[in-house]
Every structure is written in C-alpha cells, then in structure tokens.
C-alpha cells in the first residue's frame, strides 16, 4: 500500500535532486568542432614577419632601458600559433628577471571572464538577459538614484530610480552603480566607504555575499541604462553567479572555464607554489622603481591572507599564455580542443552592440564582456579590424583578439601611477603590422 508522503519531506526530496542535477549538469560540453590548443611556431608559417616583430622586441627593451616601465611579458598568437612570447626586465626592485610564465595580478581583465561564465549559464536557459537582478539578489529590488549628500557625514538623500536594474545593464556598465574607492564621484566613494563596501583586492575575511548585499541597498548614480559608468557591476554577477550556480564563485570559474581550458595558473588566489612567480607591483619615485606598499591596495594579494573575497570584477591573476587560451576559445567561437564553452551564436552576441551610443566614441562599442572596435575605428588605424575586442587592467595589463586576422596580442606589466610608458598603444599598433601575408 502506497502512502502519500509529508509535504515538507517531499520538499526535502525535491531540492535534494534538484542539487542532484544541478551538479551532474556541465556548462561546456563535447564539440562536433577540435581545434588544437595553442602551440609555438615560427611566425612565417602564419603570415607574420620575424623581422617586423623584432621592432616589438627593440621597442619593449627600449622602455625597460630608458625607464618607463620596469618590466614586460608580451605574446602574440596568430591562427592559433605562438608567434612570439618574449619576457623584457625585471619582476620586482630586488631585480629578478621576468619570466615568459610569470603571473600578473590582470585586474579588470577578470570582468570577461565573469560574463563568459554568466553567458554560459544563460545559455541553460537559468534566467534572461533583461531579467531584474533582484529577482536573484533581492537587496537590489527598488533602487534609488542619488538626490544630495552632506559631505559633514555622508549621509545622503535619494529618489526612486525609473527602473530595476537588469543582468544586462550589470554586464555593460549601465546599472548607475559605482566604484567607490576609485569612482569619479566623491559622495559615491565616501557612501561606499560609510557602507563598508569592500572592491577590487582584499586580504581580509571578507566573502561577496555580505558585501553585494551592502550594495544592493546604496544608491546609484543615474537610473538603470541611462549612461554608462565603470562600476562594480561584474562584481555583482559574481555573486549572482553564486545563486544561480549553487557553487562558490572559485569552484564554478575552476569546474567550467579553468581545468576545460587547462588555464592552470588563473585563480583568485594563488598557490604557494606560484608564489615566487608572482610579479610585484611597482611605482615609480625620483626614478627608481620601488615595490608598491600596502595601502589602497594590499600588494600581498594574492598570495596571503583570508582568500575568501571573489572579485568578478578584478580579483583573478594569470599568465599571458593562459589569457591568451581563453581569449582563443572566444576566437574559436566559444570551443578550444573539442571542448564548447559558448555556442558560436552566444559568442556573436556577447560581440554586438549592448549599450548603444553610452560607451562614448565612435571607435568602439561595449558588448558583453568586452569593448569591440567599429569600422570608423578600423579607419582610424592601430587598434584592429572592425569587430576586434578588447580590456584591460587597473596595474597596466592589455588585450586585444582581432577575429578577422586571427591575432590576439598580450601586454603585461605590473606598475602603479604615472610612468612615462608608450608601450600600450606601440604594442598594438606594431603588432598588426606584423601581418605579412
């Protein structure tokens, strides 16, 4: 005889399978398509010229030599080829030589790969781009827009924004969100720092969940896709990633986009075997280079401390190769070594226009996850083919994967303030005119 079982344990079975599949499920899958993992070769058999890439070399050691910057470790990747990987300087002001497989605190260059992992969620159908985030983080329902502020106490007066804020306006910089220690507004940084709202890089035990509710409840700085205004915003969706996932931040980023594309040294904190690998911050005072002290920013991250604090928006350090993998997988329209982690038609639409004329210029747009240049930006030369995109870090990293020519070119560097450096817009620029085919 069958008897009807109590409502709350047919509950407790429920959630219980639901957990169940929800961990049996994997985000990327097999793919009909196997192209190979990057590999060196030498940058004839791709349609690059040694000889123009040797400029890059005399140019990067040029600038180590005449001081601008400390150090470099530059690659470029062309049809999924190591074209070049070369290491320029030094690592710290002890003067230890930079190595090719270094790691770098890439700052801002974590917020892609935050929305790749959110965009392989919504491709399980787990929300819609134009869902409210508060449907998922509740302290972010009814926000208001910033009205006054008494500098005496910062306290402040708001008014109701015309809209919620949605996951799509979190992934362009739209939500009216700040960035508190950093933000351009003065109240916004001192209502942050009132709040207790911890961002970018901390050493203390301190976890997302308390600090993205904190913010949910301050206010904004315009209604919800009315400007655009670098924020906090993927640093949200890393939390969110948390709700709708079921797993850490960390663990989801490592289970679906790290060990499927084998970026070994990509983490939120380091191991202590890559702890000497670790390149230390420099700034530079009455010329010398100097390792940067704790302050604003504790140079001990990431290597010491709590590791609790999941940054989506700049919390990861990596290598220029394991960047450069990722950024190939995005060339490759979502697969890399027959593994799919975004459909080719998700990978076409994180790379459209999501924000309008709100990112500012006509050179480039904002997508999802990256800034993509147009074609007056190809016409004004240096920076790519229409349809390039592009970030980069708070301590001077840079990116670029230029779907047409099949580039991708990494810059990395680790300093602090004003130096003097060039290299940025040289790099890029001489790295498309490598292309000798």
């Not at 906090?232 to 790290?258: A, C, K, N, R, T």
């Not at 027959?338 to 080719?344: C, E």
């Not at 747009?365 to 349809?387: D, K, Q, Y």
């Amino acid at each position: 005889m069958l008897f009807p079982l109590p409502l709350k344990l047919k509950q407790g079975l429920t959630g219980l399978l639901f957990f169940a599949s929800t961990f049996a499920f994997h985000a990327q899958t097999a793919s009909s398509q196997h192209s190979e993992p990057l590999s060196e070769d030498a940058p004839e058999t791709v349609g690059m010229s040694s000889e123009r890439l040797d400029r890059i070399s005399n140019m990067l050691q040029t600038a180590v030599d005449e001081n601008q910057i400390p150090g470099a470790v530059a690659l470029i990747v062309k049809d999924g080829k190591i074209v070049f990987h070369e290491a320029f300087g030094e690592a710290n002001a002890e003067g230890e030589k930079l190595e090719k497989d270094d790691v770098f605190r890439i700052a801002s260059q974590t917020k892609a790969i935050t929305a790749t992992a959110v965009m392989m969620l919504w491709e399980e159908g787990k929300f819609q781009l134009d869902d409210p985030i508060s449907k998922y983080i509740p302290e972010f329902e009814d926000p208001q827009v910033l009205e006054s502020f008494n500098e005496a106490d910062s306290s402040y007066t708001a008014k109701p924004a015309d809209k919620e804020i949605t996951i799509r306006h979190l992934l362009t910089h739209t939500s009216g969100l700040g960035y508190g220690m950093i933000d351009a507004d003065a109240r916004i940084r001192k209502i942050y720092q009132k709040a207790g709202v911890t961002e970018l890089f901390t050493t203390d035990n301190v976890e997302i969940e308390e600090v993205i509710k904190k913010l949910g409840k301050l206010p904004l700085h315009h209604n919800p896709g009315e400007k655009f205004t670098y924020s906090m915003s993927l640093d949200v969706l890393g939390y969110f990633i948390e709700v709708v996932s079921g797993q850490s931040f960390s663990d989801y980023l490592v289970e679906h986009i790290f060990d499927p594309l084998e970026m070994d040294d990509t983490r939120f904190y380091q191991p202590e075997r890559n702890e000497e690998r670790l390149v230390s911050v420099q700034y530079k005072e009455d010329g010398e280079w100097k390792n940067l002290q704790p302050g604003f920013y504790d140079p001990n991250y990431p290597v010491k401390g709590a590791r609790t604090f999941y940054s989506g928006g700049a919390g990861l350090s990596s290598t220029a190769e394991d960047y450069a993998t990722f950024l190939q997988m995005y060339l490759n329209k979502g697969e890399l070594n027959g593994t799919r982690l975004l459909s080719r038609t998700t990978v076409e639409s994180i790379l459209e226009n999501h924000s309008g004329d709100l990112f500012g210029g006509k050179d480039k747009f904002h997508g999802i996850a990256f800034s993509v240049v147009t074609p007056e930006g190809e016409a004004m030369g240096g920076i790519g083919s229409t349809g390039t995109f592009d970030w980069g870090g708070y301590f001077n990293t840079q990116y670029f994967a230029d779907p047409e020519e099949n580039i991708i070119g990494i810059l990395m560097k680790q300093t602090s303030g004003g130096t003097g450096d060039q290299t940025d817009w040289k790099f890029r620029q001489m790295v498309m005119a490598g292309v000798d085919n």
